[in-house]
């Protein structure tokens, strides 16, 4: 929730890597994501790389969308019906 | 791949809100988006005057500044006042006002604090002044806890006893749960925190599907990534169906990050916590375990105990359960500004009041948007 | 001299003050009017029909040496741009220092280095200069101000007053990267970067501007607070709406990384090169092709417009299409975190 944004991996020395952010470098901690390798994409926060960043599944995302927006299938198998919502309060008049 | 570029393409924006249109045809939606970071890029991008008018968005307590309550807020300014210590912090604490004053002040008037990025910036300054006693504010959700946790470890590994936390870190499904608990705000689906489950997984939020039959999608944060969870709930309200469907698949997987919850979990552990707007809510905030009790800057220091007062008037508490929207509080732009804030709700960047006082939009009627479909 | 450093003595007024002025300024700011080392310049009126600017700048800068600058860049400049916001030409300038005991004088001399290669750009005289040293822990290593007088040619009538509805609204340089510049360097957000900070002298891109373009109504350069607290400026003093585009905005992309990473809108950081020109929009192309042929103006854009609309606030819109309030900044520009 909090700002992350993604950085590219550029040399890994230990639990510390050069990381890129456009073509801002920093050297960033490993700690919660021994598993990166140089190369990869991660989100980084407060100094923590926290997540892989996977180009396929940012690629796959944009084509379905560029395709038909519309139909891209719910990605879930765990659906299961809902009692009607209480009719939620009319929006405030702006 | 420049990600952020990709997800801000306008034109695949415009055809999602034409497509969120014709699905939500003219039924009344209510989405909670609960994360600061979603109100504010939903403000920053306009994407509120975007939506059709029978969809609501509500902002939700994923604000941690803003939840953060009074009296910790006091007990970490009075910190900075004590002569030894150095407090180090994120930005965003330094404005937010406290019964006497804030950390800004409290830094005019002579406390020592210092902002940095990294935690480890704190670990490394208190390494460098061995004669500082450095007490990092530890402030937010399961994004910011593992590092704040791996900084603690850090410091035990170099031998760093200078080094403390106070922690007002929390955990973000009880805050989630405590809103439907409350029964304040209808909701028929939530927009749920991208950065927290990249960290967590979605495990963390089917307790919204398995037990509250409520719908909810996990999303990014660039505008495309918005709008596709939103298209992505209303389809599933439109299909009756309570589900966790994961739309920033790029970040987030079921299972998180392990490595992190891991180090998480081995520094902190759940304690009942003052949410401010909610008051106390049990095993919702993270204490640091007693094995670390070294680094725990409540058992190091006396904390003040002088009486902590919410400022008169502040409504950030209803703001934060989503029962109002800022402008309904009656300081929101008056007496209450981002020069002049009364609640961290307008000082965060994460605040719905300060999202909604920069972002002001310009309603349809003076200035027609220029919408298709 | 051989200090190192500046002592209270260096103040006090006697050999030592008058050694540190020759030596640090004298021999850098050579001209006839300096040089007759009096207690007051004295200078010639400007020719018939021409008016006189007269602007001042405080400059205290951490650090005072970065990429693209220093304070003492800083210190010319600012006052310099202040004049050319008003189309005057620069012509002199006055420069007071405090210095704190203790400031190692390599430093001052590097300072004055720089100011001296700053004020020849500018094509400005440094006439007058005072000097005092405060005792150590008292000041912040070195606070400069400059004040400097320009001659402001017949017939050129611009300033905020002078905004039109219908005024083309162009800026002439990418903006966010002074500020981001300074801030990277900011112990604990220290980034390596391309970043470098736009500091320059805007009286010459400006001169070429009124040769093409007469009749520009309003010029202000966006330092503190960035572009959107400088048109939040002129729209309240002129009483007009502002309409400007996001996308429109230019933004290197070292800056641009910098303000996602620290969570900053570009349009709040500060410049100290770039400026915007409001222009009847009969002369904007003019304007345009003018900026884009000067160095300081490579990148040189239209960003929106003047309006009747909505008078003293911005208004802009988002790249989604959707419009929103733009406020000045409020308090500090803080890097958010969480």
């Given at each position: 929730m909090c700002l992350a944004v993604p950085a590219r991996v550029l040399a890994i020395d230990g639990v510390l890597a050069e990381v890129e952010f456009g073509s801002l470098r920093r050297t960033i901690s490993l700690q919660l994501l021994p598993q990166a390798q140089v190369g990869d994409y991660v989100l980084v926060h407060t100094g923590f790389a926290i997540s892989i960043i996977d180009p396929d599944e940012a690629r796959l995302t944009l084509e379905l969308l560029k395709q038909m927006g519309d139909l891209e299938p719910l990605d879930s198998d765990e659906m299961r019906p809902v009692r009607p919502a209480r009719p939620p309060k009319p929006p405030t008049t702006p | 791949?420049?990600?952020?570029?990709?997800?801000?393409?306008?034109?695949?924006?415009?055809?999602?809100?034409?497509?969120?249109?014709?699905?939500?045809?003219?039924?009344?939606?209510?989405?909670?988006?609960?994360?600061?970071?979603?109100?504010?890029?939903?403000?920053?991008?306009?994407?509120?005057?975007?939506?059709?008018?029978?969809?609501?968005?509500?902002?939700?307590?994923?604000?941690?500044?803003?939840?953060?309550?009074?009296?910790?807020?006091?007990?970490?300014?009075?910190?900075?006042?004590?002569?030894?210590?150095?407090?180090?912090?994120?930005?965003?604490?330094?404005?937010?006002?406290?019964?006497?004053?804030?950390?800004?002040?409290?830094?005019?008037?002579?406390?020592?604090?210092?902002?940095?990025?990294?935690?480890?910036?704190?670990?490394?300054?208190?390494?460098?002044?061995?004669?500082?006693?450095?007490?990092?504010?530890?402030?937010?959700?399961?994004?910011?806890?593992?590092?704040?946790?791996?900084?603690?470890?850090?410091?035990?590994?170099?031998?760093?006893?200078?080094?403390?936390?106070?922690?007002?870190?929390?955990?973000?499904?009880?805050?989630?749960?405590?809103?439907?608990?409350?029964?304040?705000?209808?909701?028929?689906?939530?927009?749920?925190?991208?950065?927290?489950?990249?960290i967590t997984g979605v495990r963390w939020w089917r307790f919204l599907p398995d037990v509250y039959n409520m719908p909810v999608v996990i999303a990014g944060f660039e505008p495309v990534d918005i709008l596709l969870a939103i298209q992505a709930l209303v389809r599933l309200v439109v299909a009756g169906k309570a589900a966790a469907v994961n739309t920033y698949r790029r970040s987030v997987s079921e299972a998180g990050n392990r490595a992190a919850i891991g180090i998480m979990t081995q520094v902190f552990e759940p304690a009942d916590a003052d949410w401010r707007g909610f008051g106390v809510i049990p095993e919702s905030g993270m204490a640091i375990r007693p094995t670390y009790r070294a680094y725990d800057a409540r058992a190091r220091f006396a904390l003040s105990e002088v009486p902590s007062r919410e400022p008169p008037g502040c409504r950030c508490g209803d703001v934060l359960r989503g029962v109002i929207e800022p402008p309904e509080c009656p300081l929101f732009g008056q007496a209450c500004t981002p020069e002049r804030p009364k609640g961290p709700c307008m000082v965060s960047d994460e605040g719905a009041c300060s999202a909604f006082y920069l972002y002001q939009s310009v309603t349809l009627e003076d200035h027609p948007t220029t919408l298709s479909g | 001299m051989s200090a190192q450093r500046i002592t209270l003595a260096h103040g006090a007024g006697g050999r030592l003050t008058q050694q540190l002025i020759h030596e640090v300024f004298g021999s850098r700011f050579r001209n006839p009017i300096l040089e007759q080392m009096n207690d007051a310049a004295v200078l010639a009126p400007p020719k018939a029909g021409g008016r006189l600017a007269f602007a001042t700048d405080g400059h205290v800068v951490s650090p005072l040496f970065f990429p693209g600058g220093s304070i003492g860049d800083l210190a010319v400049y600012g006052t310099v741009n202040d004049l050319a916001m008003m189309g005057a030409r620069p012509r002199w300038l006055a420069a007071s220092f405090v210095i704190e005991e203790g400031f190692p004088l390599k430093d001052l001399r590097r300072i004055a280095d720089d100011m001296a290669a700053a004020a020849q750009r500018a094509e400005a005289l440094l006439v007058a200069g005072d000097t005092k040293v405060v005792e150590r822990g008292k000041g912040d290593g070195v606070y400069i101000s400059v004040a400097g007088v320009g001659v402001i040619p017949a017939g050129v009538e611009i300033g905020a007053s002078h905004a039109r509805p219908g005024d083309v609204i162009l800026l002439n340089a990418p903006i966010a990267a002074h500020g981001m510049t300074i801030m990277t360097l900011r112990e604990g957000l220290d980034f390596q970067s391309d970043l470098r900070s736009d500091a320059a002298p805007l009286n010459g891109i400006v001169a070429d501007l009124l040769a093409a373009a007469p009749d520009v109504h309003t010029m202000r350069d966006a330092t503190r607070g960035g572009l959107a607290t400088t048109l939040n400026e002129l729209a309240q003093a002129a009483q007009v709406g502002i309409q400007i585009e996001e996308e429109a905005i230019p933004v290197d992309e070292a800056a641009r990384s910098a303000c996602e990473l620290l969570g900053l809108d570009p349009v709040y950081v500060a410049n100290e090169g770039a400026f915007v020109a409001f222009v009847p929009p009969e002369e904007?192309?003019?304007?345009?092709?003018?900026?884009?042929?000067?160095?300081?103006?490579?990148?040189?854009?239209?960003?929106?417009?003047?309006?009747?609309?909505?008078?003293?606030?911005?208004?802009?819109?988002?790249?989604?299409?959707?419009?929103?309030?733009?406020?000045?900044?409020?308090g500090d520009l803080l890097p958010r975190i969480c």
């Open positions: - | 791949m420049r990600f952020d570029a990709a997800f801000r393409d306008p034109a695949l924006a415009r055809e999602l809100i034409a497509a969120i249109h014709r699905l939500a045809d003219d039924r009344p939606l209510a989405f909670m988006e609960f994360c600061g970071g979603h109100t504010h890029a939903i403000m920053q991008f306009g994407i509120r005057q975007l939506m059709p008018p029978n969809l609501r968005l509500l902002s939700g307590p994923g604000c941690p500044v803003c939840v953060t309550s009074q009296r910790d807020i006091d007990q970490a300014i009075a910190l900075a006042e004590v002569p030894e210590v150095t407090v180090a912090t994120f930005g965003d604490m330094v404005r937010v006002p406290g019964t006497r004053f804030t950390l800004q002040e409290a830094a005019a008037n002579g406390g020592d604090v210092r902002i940095v990025y990294s935690p480890l910036d704190a670990v490394q300054y208190a390494h460098d002044h061995p004669r500082e006693q450095v007490v990092f504010l530890g402030v937010g959700f399961e994004t910011t806890a593992p590092g704040v946790a791996a900084s603690i470890l850090t410091a035990r590994a170099r031998g760093i006893r200078n080094y403390s936390v106070f922690s007002m870190h929390k955990y973000t499904p009880p805050g989630m749960r405590a809103i439907l608990d409350a029964g304040e705000v209808c909701l028929n689906g939530v927009l749920g925190p991208g950065h927290v489950s990249s | 904007a192309e003019a304007a345009l092709t003018t900026l884009r042929a000067h160095p300081l103006g490579q990148h040189a854009c239209r960003i929106g417009h003047v309006t009747a609309d909505h008078p003293g606030r911005v208004v802009m819109e988002t790249p989604l299409g959707a419009k929103r309030i733009l406020p000045p900044l409020s």
